[in-house]
């Protein structure tokens, strides 16, 4: 049975059972508006309607959420933030500072969240030792897209490494196709350069870039030769990339117009809204150089303080509801992540979902298990704007110095430390 119909059903049983006496109304703030996101969270918006609650969708579109993040902050200014808010990483600390997060852990120990949960990620959900957020799933970031069939038009092998990944390059190009399908967008420009990160600094290169922030390795040869590959890499996106969703570099892929994108997995979640079948219409492989590895990125709902009962209980089963293995299992077939609960059965999900569980948990043994930086998860969303900017400039300059680059790169995160 396909996921949907299988949320269908499990709807028909839930809507049978008495409605709570309490029925309050969830607001949830998102940015999942692509096709196949948006099919993702339906699911949830499904499953809180089944329990008698009324979801009211507060979608505010663009990619990577910035948007989204300076809508929230002035809803919450003006002293009316929403329900629930996807808020990521260490930004829910700063949110918790603020003293505007409810206290789930009411919710958290009825359902033992500390024994579903790993402890790193249990831990930044906490404000103040108290859950104030949920964790929704684990997308993986560095993952290479690629469409088999215009690999095979053009002679070209997939690659496992940075030269191959080139060499890939040069072959889709000779045929007419965009090698690279890119949205030049900050935070696109900042995913591509974080994988590049990841592949030649490494593990423990790229922890000490982004998470230590440690200068001597944000200004060292690693760095500056992953600037002049970013400039490298420029060469084989096409003239249309400026300004482009994320979603629609992906539709170049699967139109066959384009024969790689560089992207977490939440690309998947257009590939399955298109039915195409991992594996046979398209592959997932690891980001070249950085097989083993794995830079994560978990969506989370922040809950916010609310006066009314009713929608306080609303949003309680709003957050119960997000760990219970049915919406684990349908929301992430549909996203394109992992179940973020470890005791998942994984055999209903796709190659890739498999792949990427395995690499989780083998990554977490290690070094190997980092947090994405251009996603919220290794730093504050200050540093992450710092990085991006640079970055954005200069993959946009043709005449920039890598060298130079790499300068700005550690004196613009040290101006917001
Ligand atoms: C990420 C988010 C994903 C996905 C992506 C594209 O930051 O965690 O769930 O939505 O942005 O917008």
């Not at 993702?40 to 990619?63: P, S, Y």
């Not at 910035?66 to 329900?83: C, F, H």
Request: net charge negative; hydrophobic share 45%; glycine share 8%.
């Amino acid at each position: 049975m396909k996921a949907i119909s299988r949320l269908t059903a499990a709807i028909s049983i839930a809507s049978l059972l008495p409605l709570s006496a309490l029925a309050g109304q969830v607001e949830v703030l998102h940015w999942w508006t692509s096709g196949g996101e948006k099919r993702a969270a339906d699911t949830l918006q499904k499953l809180v309607e089944a329990k008698g609650h009324t979801w009211k969708d507060f979608a505010v579109a663009g990619g990577g959420g910035e948007a989204a993040m300076t809508v929230l902050k002035t809803r919450a200014v003006s002293g009316n933030p929403p329900a629930a808010a996807q808020i990521k990483g260490p930004d829910i600390q700063e949110w918790g500072e603020l003293g505007l997060l409810a206290d789930l852990d009411d919710v958290a120990k009825a359902a033992e969240w500390d024994k579903l949960l790993p402890k790193q990620v249990a831990d930044i959900m906490k404000y103040d030792g108290s859950y104030v957020a949920v964790p929704i799933n684990v997308h993986r970031v560095n993952w290479l897209w690629i469409n088999p069939e215009v690999f095979k038009k053009a002679g070209a092998t997939p690659p496992t490494t940075l030269e191959e990944f080139f060499a890939a390059a040069d072959k889709l190009k000779a045929a007419g196709f965009i090698p690279l399908a890119h949205g030049g967008q900050p935070w696109q420009d900042g995913t591509v350069f974080e994988d590049l990160v990841f592949a030649i600094l490494g593990a423990d290169g790229y922890h000490k870039a982004f998470v230590e922030q440690d200068k001597a390795t944000l200004t060292g040869d690693k760095m500056v030769e992953v600037f002049a590959t970013l400039k490298k890499l420029h060469g084989y996106i096409d003239a249309d990339a400026a300004g482009r969703d994320w979603n629609s570099a992906t539709a170049l892929l699967i139109n066959g117009k384009a024969g790689m994108q560089i992207m977490g997995d939440w690309a998947k979640s257009e590939w399955s809204a298109a039915n195409k079948v991992a594996g046979q219409d398209y592959q997932c492989l690891p980001f070249p150089g950085t097989q083993g590895s794995f830079a994560y990125n978990i969506d989370s709902l922040a809950m916010f303080k609310l006066a009314d009962a009713e929608n306080r209980k609303a949003q309680e089963d709003l957050a119960r509801t997000v760990l219970e293995p049915e919406f684990q299992q349908f929301f992430n077939q549909n996203k394109g992540s992992i179940p973020v609960r470890q005791d998942q059965d994984m055999s209903q999900f796709d190659s890739c979902a498999q792949q990427s569980m395995r690499d989780f948990k083998e990554a977490a043994k290690g070094n190997g298990l980092q947090p994405s930086l251009a996603h919220g998860m290794a730093a504050s969303s200050y540093v992450q704007g710092a990085v991006f900017d640079v970055v954005t400039n200069f993959f946009n300059d043709p005449d920039a110095d890598p060298k130079k680059a790499a300068q700005q790169l550690a004196a613009a995160i040290q101006a917001v430390q």
